[in-house]
C-alpha cells in the first residue's frame, strides 16, 4: 500500500470520527433507578445532560439513599453511553478501539 493511499484513508477515518462524535453529542442515553424515580440523562460524548428526581423519593432524613439513587441513574446512563460510542466507533475504526477523547 503507498503512501498517499494511507493519508488519504486515516483523513477519511478522521473526517468519519469527528462525524461520529457530533452525532453521538444529539444522542441522549437515559439511565434509571429505583423503578424510575431518579433518572439521569447523557450524551453519547458521556456529558451529563440533567437529572431527574421523583418528589416522592425526596426525603430529608434519608440524604444517603437519594445519593444512592443518582449515582446509580448516573452510572447507569454513562454505561449505556459508553456502549453506543463504543460501537459507533468500532464502526468507523474496525475494532481498533472507542474514541480515547470520551471521559
Do not use: H, Y
Not at 494511507?6 to 439511565?31: H, N, Y
Not at 430529608?60 to 454505561?79: C, G, Q, R
Request: charged share 25%; glycine share 10%.
Amino acid at each position: 500500500m503507498n503512501m498517499d493511499k494511507l493519508l488519504k484513508q486515516a483523513q477519511k477515518m478522521q473526517a468519519q470520527m469527528s462525524i461520529a462524535k457530533e452525532d453521538l453529542a444529539k444522542t441522549i442515553i437515559e439511565g434509571e433507578a429505583g423503578g424510575g424515580v431518579v433518572k439521569a440523562k447523557v450524551n453519547g460524548n458521556g456529558e451529563v445532560l440533567s437529572i431527574s428526581i421523583s418528589p416522592e423519593v425526596v426525603n430529608p432524613n434519608d440524604v444517603d439513599m437519594l445519593e444512592d439513587l443518582i449515582l446509580s441513574a448516573l452510572k447507569e446512563a454513562f454505561s449505556k453511553s459508553k456502549d453506543v460510542a463504543d460501537k459507533s466507533m468500532s464502526s468507523i475504526t474496525g475494532g481498533m478501539g472507542r474514541n480515547p477523547g470520551w471521559i
